[in-house]
């Protein structure tokens, strides 16, 4: 990945954030029941066997549906989960190279494992990234940490991960600002590595004395290692139906082949 | 480690052991209660998440090879600490770009974690003692990077092999795998060696603290291998006395036998599962579409 598309990523994620701050009632909900609910969505996708693909579909439908009720800009996160294409096609490329055996044959056509295997590997990633960044975008990357706390997350592991994501909005302002003081001083030079290497410990350096000021500043205000979204985190009726809905939706697709039926029954009527 | 080539049962079993070692040391770092290492965690988190978005895939075996860090993060913060933050840089990896996935987590902090920070920096400590000479440092850093990569290499392909589902052969695998990873080891041992030595330059008080007894970890250390060898030979035993049949669909894949029609997973017609599921699409956008008009009227 170029340096552009990194920090093109990062601040669409700084987005997101800004997105999760909305209204709804899928943004209401208590953030543990949002968490258990991709949880079990991602293990229900990962766990589909290596050559399944139509069955993979129907599990669109949960982040689109949670898109829409939720108000949030699909195209948003549309883009951020297309971010996965490069590594799903790199994992699955060398699929259709070593498994050449036929597996279908569709109107006389043969079609190796290994292409299907591969599409099934492209999507599975593109669901997973969908359902983790509508996680990120209904509720926040705060909100997140403390829930998986709550869940059972031992409290230091939650609080590295919320400020790695603290501090790499941090990093990034950082590089941002000595990618542009380098420019300007350089007069149209492309960056040494001798330079590059010196840039980058400064870089450490600078950042960290940053972040221990953030840090020493959160502590002069209180911060104690809880973690505080302002919003209520009652685990009621609301949310026991979001986790009990989705979670049937997802088992149900996940051990019946409800797709192969609805399309013999449809391809059946149309005879 | 990518879920594509891990079974339940092995992903499962490596989970366990790496939600052992991460509470562990989360008890560690707590009772040691060193504030000021909270934002530096944090800011190398920061660091490694960037440079190792930095993948350079290694065809054929579905891994990808970057920068591990492990071995720099225990050099700067201490064993414990450095595996929390490897840990969370791989969980923000998986949930947030599905960069190796859920069931392949517990397999990659085992890899990238464990491997590097109690076994790669011990030996480390061993060869570099509390001597401050740079040429030192560097072999000692040199060696410790490539033995954490060539043991991480060796995990992925016991762990591989243990999960029955590749179609890759083991030696295939193995010579592939082996010096890609003394290639990135010796990268990662310089790169480690250059940021130790600025470090050292520019701020010596960063690694004057970091005087954690290297014995302590050590029983552990061997503990948790030892489990997660224990676990693996488990699941690997277990699956190959419950599938027979796995063993022979491998050796049908390697020799390039077509796929008798009762193994395929298509019990009904391929083109009725493509309907139906573009169907089930379609349906899920239309509700889309309905639930996005009744919220943009509001």
């Known amino acids: 990945m170029s340096a552009p598309a990194i920090l093109g990523s990062l601040l669409d994620f700084r987005r997101l954030d800004q997105i999760a701050t909305g209204d709804s009632t899928v943004h209401r909900l208590d953030a543990r029941a949002k968490v258990l609910v991709t949880l079990v969505f991602i293990l229900c996708v990962m766990s589909c066997g290596r050559y399944e693909v139509a069955r993979l579909l129907p599990f669109f439908a949960f982040p689109i549906v949670v898109v829409a009720s939720a108000g949030i800009p699909a195209s948003v996160v549309w883009r951020q989960s297309l971010l996965v294409l490069p590594v799903a096609l790199l994992v699955g490329l060398p699929n ?70 603290r501090y790499l909005g941090v990093l990034g302002a950082e590089a941002l600002r000595m990618n542009s003081a380098y420019e300007l001083r350089s007069n149209g030079h492309a960056l040494t590595l001798r330079h590059f290497g010196s840039l980058t410990g400064r870089l450490l350096l600078r950042t960290w004395e940053r972040a ?37 939706l997802f088992i149900l697709l996940r051990t019946q082949d409800l797709v192969a039926r609805l399309g013999a029954a449809v391809l059946g009527g149309l005879r | 480690m990518a879920d594509a080539l891990l079974s339940p049962a092995v992903g499962g079993a490596m989970g366990l052991v790496a939600a052992t070692a991460v509470a562990w040391c989360s008890r560690r770092v707590r009772r040691d209660g060193d504030d000021r290492l909270v934002p530096l965690m944090g800011v190398l988190g920061a660091f490694l998440f960037a440079a ?169 250390a061997l503990g948790f291998v030892a489990a997660a060898l224990v676990l693996m030979g488990v699941a690997a035993a277990g699956l190959a006395s419950a599938r027979p049949d796995g063993l022979e669909w491998s050796i049908a894949r390697t020799t390039n036998a077509a796929l008798a029609p009762v193994s395929s997973p298509y019990t009904q017609s391929p083109v009725a599962g493509l309907v139906g599921g573009t169907l089930a699409l379609a349906l899920a956008c239309l509700v889309g579409l309905a639930l996005k008009a009744r919220s943009d009227r509001h």
């Open chain 1, 96 to 165: 259709p190279i070593f498994d050449r055996a036929a597996l279908l044959q569709v109107d006389g056509l043969a079609i190796s494992g290994g292409w299907v295997s591969m599409l099934s590997i492209v999507l599975r990633s593109l669901l997973a990234a969908a359902a983790s960044v509508v996680l990120v975008a209904v509720t926040g990357f705060p909100a997140i940490c403390g829930a998986l706390e709550r869940l059972g997350m031992p409290r230091p592991l939650a609080v590295q991960l919320l400020f790695l994501y």
């Open chain 1, 212 to 248: 221990e000021r953030v840090y020493l500043a959160m502590c002069a205000r209180g911060f104690t290692g809880e973690f505080t979204s302002g919003r209520p985190t009652r685990f009621g009726a609301a949310e026991w139906l979001y986790l009990g809905g989705w979670c049937a």
């Open chain 2, 52 to 220: 190792q978005m930095i993948n350079f895939s290694i065809p054929g075996t579905g891994s990808s090879g970057h920068l591990g860090g492990g071995l720099l993060l225990a050099i700067l913060l201490g064993p414990q600490a450095a595996f929390l933050v490897v840990a969370s840089v791989l969980i923000v990896q998986a949930l947030f770009f599905a960069d190796g996935g859920l069931l392949a987590l517990g397999c990659n902090i085992f890899n990238l974690g464990f491997l590097p920070v109690f076994v790669g920096y011990p030996l480390y400590r061993a060869i570099a003692g509390e001597s401050a000479a740079p040429v030192r440092l560097s072999a000692a850093a040199m060696i410790g990077a490539i033995v954490s990569l060539q043991l991480g290499a060796i995990a992925v392909v016991a762990q591989t092999v243990a999960s029955g589902i590749s179609a890759l052969p083991l030696e295939t695998f193995a010579l592939f795998m082996l010096p890609i990873h003394l290639a990135i080891g010796i990268v990662e041992g310089l790169v480690t060696a250059a940021i130790v030595s600025f470090v050292r330059t520019a701020r010596p008080a960063l690694l004057e603290r970091k005087s954690r007894a290297v014995g302590s970890v050590a029983g552990p």
